[in-house]
């Protein structure tokens, strides 16, 4: 097995404590819904300065990888959702982003993601 460690430069923020959340919620969506494509590296530990994940193995696309892509994506998209948006404020990178959980997915959209 192997690990792959991200570090945050500025252990102020908490990127990486987010990102770990993130990367947690996603794989339990991915197992509740029993969508086998997709595969979320796993969270070995996380601090402010330290993320620690198993290592996924890089190797090019075959034909076959992408088509399950695209299922594993088309699956996850497809799952109902009462509300839309995130519980959690996080980062794209390392500028913050601001969520919310909003009845309507235009407002989410307009609020949080092009204003």
Do not use: C
């Not at 699956?75 to 519980?87: D, E, K, M, R, V």
């Not at 794209?92 to 993601?113: C, K, T």
Request: aromatic letters at 10%.
């Amino acid at each position: 097995m192997k690990i792959f460690k991200k570090y945050n430069s500025n252990p102020e923020n908490d990127a990486l404590i987010k990102e770990a959340y993130g990367l947690n919620t996603l794989s339990k969506v991915l197992k509740d819904s029993h969508n086998l494509y997709l595969k979320i590296p796993q969270v070995v530990s996380v601090s402010h300065d330290l993320l620690t994940i198993i290592a996924i193995e890089q190797q090019p696309a075959n034909p076959t990888q992408m088509q399950q892509l695209g299922i594993g994506l088309a699956l996850l998209h497809s799952i109902p959702q009462i509300h839309y948006g995130f519980s959690e404020d996080n980062y794209i990178g390392l500028n913050p982003q601001e969520n919310a959980v909003m009845d309507s997915w235009g407002q989410f959209f307009i609020h949080y993601r092009l204003q």
